[in-house]
C-alpha cells in the first residue's frame, strides 16, 4: 500500500497543482518572495508580507481555515508594526538594510510570556471554533495560529528563536494545508521550511558581527 502511494504521490501532486486558484498562486508567490526578504535581512519583506497576507485571508477562508484567516489579519498589523520599526531604526545610519538594532537571542522573561499567550490562545480559540464554527482542523488550526503570531511578533524584534518557530511550525503547515487541498501551498510551505533554516543560518552569522 505505502508503495502504491508513494508511486501515484507524483501524479496525485499534479493533479492538485493543477487545481490551484490563480488566487492562492498570487499569495504564494508573493509569500515566498516575503519570506526569502526577511532571510535576507531586507525591510522590504514587509510590504510584500502584508500584501500576501491580505490575499491569503481570502483562501483561507475558502478553505474554513478560520482561525488562519484571523492570523492573517494579525500578520498585516506585525507587518506594519515591523516595518514601521525597521524604518525608524535604520533611518538613523541611511539605510533599510540592516536596522541598528542588533539581533538577540530571547530572554526568559519574553519566552514565557509569548509561550503563555500562545497556550491560551491554541487552546481557548480551538474550543470556540470546534464549538461554535464549521472549522476543519479547529486545534492544529489554532494551535499552528499561535506558534506562527509568537514567530512573527519576535522576527519584529529581531530575535533569532523567530526561525527555530517559524522551523518547527511549518513542518505542520505543510501537511494541514495538502490535508484541506491547498496543494500549491502545502508546497509553498514546504519551501518556507527551508528558507526558515536558512534564516536561522544567516540571522546566527550576522549576529556574532554585532
Known amino acids: 500500500m505505502l508503495l502504491s502511494d508513494l508511486t501515484n504521490l507524483p501524479a496525485r501532486v499534479l493533479t492538485e497543482l493543477r487545481a ?4 492562492e498562486l498570487a499569495a504564494a508567490l508573493t509569500g515566498a518572495a516575503g519570506v526569502w526578504l526577511a532571510a535576507r535581512n531586507r525591510i522590504a519583506n514587509f510590504p510584500v508580507g502584508i ?17 488562519d484567516a484571523g492570523l492573517q489579519v494579525a500578520f498585516i498589523a506585525l507587518n506594519a508594526y515591523g516595518w514601521a520599526e ?12 540592516a536596522p541598528t538594532v ?54 519584529s524584534r529581531r530575535k533569532l528563536e523567530n526561525w527555530l518557530l517559524w522551523i518547527a511550525v511549518d513542518v505542520v503547515y505543510v501537511g494541514m494545508y495538502w490535508h484541506r ?28 558581527r554585532w
Open 20 to 23: 490551484t486558484t490563480p488566487l
Open 51 to 67: 500584501v500576501c497576507c491580505a490575499l491569503y485571508i481570502a483562501v483561507f477562508i475558502r478553505a474554513r481555515l478560520y482561525s
Open 86 to 97: 525597521w524604518r525608524r531604526r535604520g533611518a538613523a545610519v541611511g539605510t533599510e538594510t
Open 102 to 155: 542588533p539581533i538577540s537571542r530571547t530572554g526568559p522573561g519574553l519566552a514565557l510570556g509569548l509561550a503563555g499567550a500562545g497556550l491560551l490562545y491554541a487552546g481557548g480559540g480551538g474550543y470556540y471554533f470546534a464549538q461554535h464554527t464549521d472549522a476543519a482542523l479547529p486545534y492544529y488550526d489554532s494551535a499552528t495560529t499561535a506558534v506562527s503570531l509568537v514567530a512573527q511578533y519576535l522576527l
Open 181 to 208: 487541498g491547498l496543494a500549491l501551498t502545502s508546497l509553498l510551505y514546504a519551501v518556507f521550511l527551508g528558507l526558515a533554516a536558512y534564516g536561522f543560518w544567516q540571522w546566527r552569522r550576522e549576529m556574532v
